[in-house]
């Protein structure tokens, strides 16, 4: 800027200000970056600190830097999502559990790729909600105590329909989603129809 500066006049500092932002961008952007940089390092030291008392390295060290369902390395935990590996609970009490109630002795702390630990918890928090509903027996379906549920419920309230209404109001999910868990089958036990459909879903995902 060649002009002179009036550094009393408050419009012409800020124009001033903003062109010299604009002069610097390079600079500004990197300042901005290396400083979300450094303390995302920080907040995560923090975090991983309060979470297991400060054991987490010492767990991955134990479970030689590997995932202990898929073992997935840290490296590729790293590369793939960009992420460290995690430290699971093994007593399930690793979420909504205040920092003082969690067990961080090293016996239950184990090892997890992201992938991994997010599934589990997914497992752990239906288990929950549906309890002994998710449950299997050998028959040929999917949620067999669904089923039987579903028939008391249909003795109750005259028809399958009203029954399906209700489970899934119960259950949090779209009736939709009821139809689907009271047909649906293991694999293995797919009826002709569904296997027709399945190979005409795998034919169009191929080509
Ligand atoms: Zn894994
Ligand atoms: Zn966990």
């Known amino acids: 800027m060649s002009k002179k500066v009036n550094w009393k006049n408050k419009n012409e500092v800020n124009a001033w200000r903003r062109q010299y932002r604009r002069d610097n961008s390079e600079r500004f952007k990197k300042q901005a970056k290396d400083y979300h940089e ?10 991983s600190n309060s979470m297991f008392d400060g054991k987490k390295y010492d767990v ?10 898929c073992e997935m390395s840290q490296e590729k935990s790293i590369v793939l999502f960009n992420r460290e590996l995690s430290v699971h609970h093994i007593d399930e009490k690793g979420v909504n559990v205040s920092t003082k109630e969690k067990n961080n002795n090293m016996d239950n702390l184990i090892t ?23 449950e299997q027996d050998d028959s040929e379906y999917r949620y067999p105590r669904i089923r039987e549920v579903l028939n008391e419920k249909k003795k109750k309230l ?12 119960e259950m949090g999910m779209s009736y939709w989603t009821m139809d689907h868990m009271h047909y649906e089958r293991k694999e293995g036990f797919l009826t002709e129809v569904e296997k027709r459909k399945r190979r005409n879903l795998n034919k169009e995902g191929s080509e």
């Open 38 to 47: 450094n303390n995302k390092e920080k907040r995560k030291d923090i975090w």
């Open 112 to 134: 997890m790729c992201m992938r991994c630990h997010k599934i589990l918890h997914m497992r752990l928090a239906q288990k929950e909600r549906f309890g002994d509903l998710l």
């Open 158 to 169: 005259g028809t399958i329909t009203k029954a399906k209404h209700e489970l899934a109001k």
């Open 60 to 69: 991955l060290e134990r479970d030689n830097w590997q995932c202990q369902e």
